[in-house]
């Protein structure tokens, strides 16, 4: 059991039957009354996001979230297919579950598979990939005095900003989580 005065980010709890993450949380010292605990709550089934108040004596037990580490073989439809390397025990999961999470990962790389109970909800890419612009326009010497940028497709298709002295073929690495650019390979 974790208590509202114990909260930190990123922590996984079961509050009124709702597996939900702690996105922020900030401890409240009013002037007058009982202190607080304010928080900004994730469901990770659903992905709703909702705020809350908490008294910093309530008590929640920390739900257990499995991640096991998958090798992503391939798509076909709207199916996704990932392998477990100890077992090689193959799972299929369907388009909503998996989210935009795939959009700079690549055939045969490892990505971490989230579940509650046994139910997957989730699936988290590794947070840099090196990928391989395959589509964007030359950019030209000159064309401005600060640093500008330009769209780029990559390998898996997905579009990124990359500045101008980029290239089609040029390797970049990418942050999974904000789909920034990096820097080149």
Same mark, same amino acid.
């Given at each position: 059991?974790?208590? =509202?005065?114990?909260? #930190?980010?990123?922590?996984?709890?079961? $509050?009124? /039957?709702? @597996? !939900?993450?702690?996105?922020?949380?900030?401890?409240?010292?009013?002037?007058?009354? =009982?202190?607080?605990? #304010?928080?900004?709550?994730?469901?990770? $089934?659903? /992905?709703? @996001? !909702?705020?809350?108040?908490?008294?910093?004596?309530?008590?929640?037990?920390?739900?257990?979230?499995?991640?096991?580490?998958?090798?992503?073989?391939?798509?076909? /439809?709207?199916?996704?297919?990932?392998?477990?390397?100890?077992?090689?025990?193959?799972?299929?999961?369907?388009?909503?579950?998996?989210?935009?999470?795939?959009?700079?990962?690549?055939?045969?790389?490892?990505?971490?598979?989230?579940?509650?109970?046994?139910?997957?909800?989730?699936?988290?890419?590794?947070?840099?990939?090196?990928?391989?612009?395959?589509?964007?326009?030359?950019?030209?010497?000159?064309?401005?005095?600060?640093?500008?940028?330009?769209?780029?497709?990559?390998?898996?298709?997905?579009?990124?900003?990359?500045?101008?002295?980029?290239?089609?073929?040029?390797?970049?690495?990418?942050?999974?989580?904000?789909?920034?650019?990096?820097?080149?390979?």
């Amino acid at each position: 059991m974790i208590s =509202a005065g114990d909260f #930190r980010n990123g922590i996984t709890l079961e $509050i009124d /039957g709702q @597996v !939900v993450q702690i996105l922020e949380f900030q401890h409240v010292k009013p002037g007058k009354g =009982a202190a607080f605990v #304010r928080t900004k709550l994730k469901n990770v $089934i659903n /992905g709703g @996001v !909702v705020e809350r108040t908490f008294r910093p004596t309530e008590k929640f037990p920390q739900a257990r979230i499995d991640r096991v580490d998958m090798q992503y073989l391939y798509s076909d /439809g709207d199916l996704y297919y990932f392998m477990n390397v100890d077992n090689y025990e193959q799972i299929a999961l369907n388009e909503e579950t998996i989210g935009d999470a795939l959009k700079f990962v690549k055939e045969n790389e490892m990505v971490k598979v989230c579940s509650y109970n046994g139910n997957v909800f989730a699936i988290e890419p590794p947070l840099f990939v090196e990928l391989e612009i395959t589509d964007t326009e030359p950019g030209f010497k000159g064309d401005t005095a600060q640093g500008a940028s330009k769209p780029a497709t990559v390998e898996t298709g997905a579009m990124v900003s990359v500045p101008l002295f980029v290239n089609q073929g040029d390797k970049i690495k990418i942050d999974t989580r904000t789909g920034e650019y990096l820097s080149r390979v």
